[in-house]
Nanobody, 123 residues
Framework: VQLQASGGGLVQAGDSLRLSCAAS????????MAWFRQGPGKERQFVAA????????DYSDSVKGRFTISRDNAENTLHLQMNSLKPEDTAVYYC?????????????????WGQGTQVTVSS
């Protein structure tokens, strides 16, 4: 699957952003999807995941209750709605895909990655 992330930008603390990830190349609905992020000077970390049918989701503790992952299989698109943004959410956000919804927090388990989109939250 080829992935193209978009929607990042510069916002203030408390604002919202919606990231999108457009998929092409294979049957999008056959893949579990996730968002990861890498902040300045930090390792890439798991943010959220969603099963191929969209019926199962998982979130990191740091974003639970503020971020919502969703997908539109008809449009081959993954989304991440980010509300109540904080300066510590500043990072490059990546979308990723894998066949099975298992061990979703482990970066090396993923088959394909998007190029990343920058999110900067000012205080």
């Amino acid at each position: 699957v080829q992935l193209q992330a978009s929607g990042g930008g510069l916002v203030q603390a408390g604002d919202s952003l919606r990231l999108s990830c457009a998929a092409s190349g294979r049957i999008f609905s056959g893949y579990a999807m996730a968002w990861f992020r890498q902040g300045p000077g930090k390792e890439r970390q798991f943010v959220a995941a969603i099963s191929s049918e969209g019926d199962v989701t998982d979130y990191s503790d740091s974003v639970k209750g503020r971020f919502t992952i969703s997908r539109d299989n008809a449009e081959n698109t993954l989304h991440l709605q980010m509300n109540s943004l904080k300066p510590e959410d500043t990072a490059v956000y990546y979308c990723a895909s894998k066949r099975l919804y298992w061990n979703m927090m482990t970066e090396r388990q993923y088959d394909d990655w998007g190029q990343g989109t920058q999110v900067t939250v000012s205080s």
